[in-house]
């Protein structure tokens, strides 16, 4: 920092308590998000049906989708963290200044990439929905051209959540992809079958809200940006040296998902449902949990980063991922020994019976195999972001996912529906393995076997009291449990799961620095 300058803002990591406080605002405002995307699914179900313009909306919304996911995930956000946390370490001013560059030139990418999905919808849409008839094919590639202008203003929300977490500000970013939920369930209501073309146009309302809801809290504040240019302001390189790898994360979702489509198209009629009412399910626990964990945590260890406080960083990490364990054991441990009834009590509803409760039950006990690996994997790839390393994540994560698509087609004639959510559970369950012998020998953060055994003393305790638990009610529900049934067998597990997985997060919870022996051995910055 030259001298006569002062610090935008302080760079020291917030306190314990502060980050309890933004994990339960993060939290909250996930619950209300994941309720409304709920909605949202049932809303156009509802009014639309199973119709050519629903799946003609639903293709289009592909890419849309994919960035939303990115968003309320927080890679991008994270990725973003660590140049703007030191650009608030340096002169006042160059903050608002880097902000303002990296917004126009991320917009201006954004656009571009827009324009070429405008440009070549048809083409687009013969690839990923070859079956659709030409008149289906052409309502989609009409709704394409008009959710490809949702991409620069979800790239320029990206990089203003990025600013916010940067400087503590976590409501703005989180209330975003609510709003678009409810830009969306708004214009569903517009639509009918023979019109789904509002749904589009909601889509980029969604869009608009997302980005409009962050300029208060962006602004209030803010000092005048430093009149430079782009060339003259530091950080600006980094943030364009982020974009590839961020572009390669976010085309290796798109193959996720489109890769995921192509399977559950050969599963028997019906099949598809249930794996997307699971597959919801899932994801909110993700959210409530390991994103409202993650999201605070990455921009305090940024500055540790910063600080090149290896200690504290290391610390920092391991508390994060053992206290995450700890919250999401209780979840997995309900998902694994009480699956039937979970599904039952919510989803077994007039046409939906047993025979199709079974199937979804079988389903979200392979889903719930991955709950602890995704969320230790959301903040061991945020916690490699932070220090800049946004490479390192996506290519472990192509690398898995070419494993996962080649194991569903060969285990699709024996596991049927089990399929996707077996290979989807194996990704992660290497993926997390992968990052956490990474950071353990790659960065000398910490002893991979002890924080491993650290990370799964909660999660095993807690399958061990649920599993108690639900043998002294006479075992785990069935398809044909009543509800009260259900819901008795879910609160005793959930109860029992979750209060030894406290005492257990609790006596495993690292409370001092790093060992000496081991933070002695080396003192080295952390690699980027």
Request: with cysteine.
């Amino acid at each position: 920092m030259s001298q006569g300058t002062a610090p935008e803002e302080s760079v020291r990591p917030a306190s314990s308590r502060a980050l309890l406080r933004a994990s339960g605002l993060i939290a909250t405002v996930t619950l209300l998000t994941k309720i409304t995307g709920f909605l949202r699914v049932a809303t156009i179900a509802g009014r639309l049906g199973a119709t050519p313009g629903t799946d003609a909306f639903l293709t289009a919304f592909l890419i849309p989708e994919s960035l939303y996911v990115f968003l309320t995930e927080g890679a991008v956000t994270a990725a973003f963290v660590p140049p703007f946390t030191r650009a608030l370490a340096g002169a006042r001013g160059l903050f608002g200044c880097l902000l303002l560059w990296s917004a126009l030139a991320v917009g201006l990418i954004a656009s571009a990439a827009a324009a070429i999905v405008w440009g070549f919808s048809d083409t687009i849409v013969s690839l990923i929905a070859p079956g659709f008839d030409t008149t289906t094919a052409k309502l989609t590639a009409g709704l394409t051209r008009v959710v490809a202008w949702y991409i620069p203003l979800a790239a320029v929300a990206a990089v203003l959540f990025g600013g916010l977490h940067a400087r503590g500000h976590f409501l703005s970013p989180a209330l975003g992809p609510l709003l678009f939920n409810v830009a969306v369930i708004t214009s569903a209501f517009f639509a009918f079958p023979g019109n789904v073309s509002p749904l589009a146009w909601g889509v980029l309302a969604g869009g608009l809200l997302q980005l409009l809801v962050q300029l208060p809290a962006t602004l209030v504040g803010l000092p005048r940006a430093l009149a430079r240019p782009p060339e003259a302001v530091p950080g600006l390189a980094e943030m364009g040296r982020l974009l590839l790898p961020l572009s390669f994360s976010l085309g290796v979702t798109q193959i996720q998902i489109l890769a995921e489509r192509i399977i559950a198209s050969h599963l028997p009629r019906g099949v598809i449902t249930s794996l997307n009412l699971v597959q919801k399910l899932v994801n909110l626990p993700l959210g409530l949990v390991g994103i409202a964990v993650a999201t605070p945590l990455v921009p305090a260890l940024a500055r540790f980063h910063l600080l090149d406080d290896r200690v504290g960083f290391a610390v920092a990490l391991r508390r994060g991922l053992v206290i995450l364990m700890g919250l999401i054991a209780p979840f997995t441990a309900i998902c694994l020994v009480e699956p039937a009834g979970v599904v039952r009590l919510l989803f077994q509803r007039g046409a939906y019976g047993p025979a199709e409760v079974a199937d979804a039950a079988r389903m979200l006990w392979l889903y719930a195999l991955s709950l602890p690996a995704v969320s230790g994997s959301f903040l061991l790839s945020g916690a490699l972001l932070a220090t800049g390393d946004a490479l390192t994540p996506a290519l472990v994560r192509a690398a898995l996912l070419t494993g996962n698509i080649v194991l569903n087609f060969a285990w699709l004639p024996w596991l049927g529906s089990g399929t996707i959510p077996l290979c989807f559970s194996l990704m992660y369950l290497a993926n997390v393995a992968t990052l956490l012998v990474w950071m353990g020998f790659r960065q000398r953060l910490f002893k991979t076997a002890e924080v491993a055994c650290r990370l799964v003393a909660p999660v095993g305790v807690a399958l061990v009291a649920g599993y108690a638990a639900s043998c002294a009610l006479g075992g785990s529900t069935t398809a044909h449990a009543t509800p009260l049934e259900a819901l008795l067998g879910i609160l005793s597990v959930g109860t029992a799961s979750g209060l030894s997985a406290l005492g257990t997060t609790w006596a495993v919870t690292p409370r001092n620095g790093l060992n000496s022996a081991h933070e002695n051995e080396d003192q080295r910055p952390i690699r980027p």
